[in-house]
């Protein structure tokens, strides 16, 4: 019993030494010429002009959850789909409420505006 936490404890130590020796040894190799170019801020190889911080519209968050939203549901009917001859009716059943659900959830998005893209 005490040979098997020995090896535990041997692939722990490589596990916690290797990259350790790796990130030490980057960090002694590097290259260390700090200059105005290099601690300037990077954006796609443009200077930055106006204000950095902007706020975004809330549209393109709502837009983007929807997106995710329907994503998943293409996730949970995909398996669903695949087995539907091994499932019988009352996984039809379940899955037409699901379905139910979202289309309930995209008519309270659309009726509030969340797909208008403006």
Known sequence: MSDNW???ALFSLIALTVPIIGLLAAWLLRPHRPG????????CGLETVGDTWLQF?????LYALIFVLFDVETVFLYPWAVAYNKLGILALVEMFI?????AVGLAYAWRKGALEWV
Do not use: D, M, N, S
């Open 6 to 8: 020995g090896f535990i």
């Open 57 to 61: 519209k809330v549209q393109y968050y």
């Open 36 to 43: 105005p170019i290099k601690q300037t801020t990077y954006e």
């Open 98 to 102: 699901f379905l139910a659900i979202l």
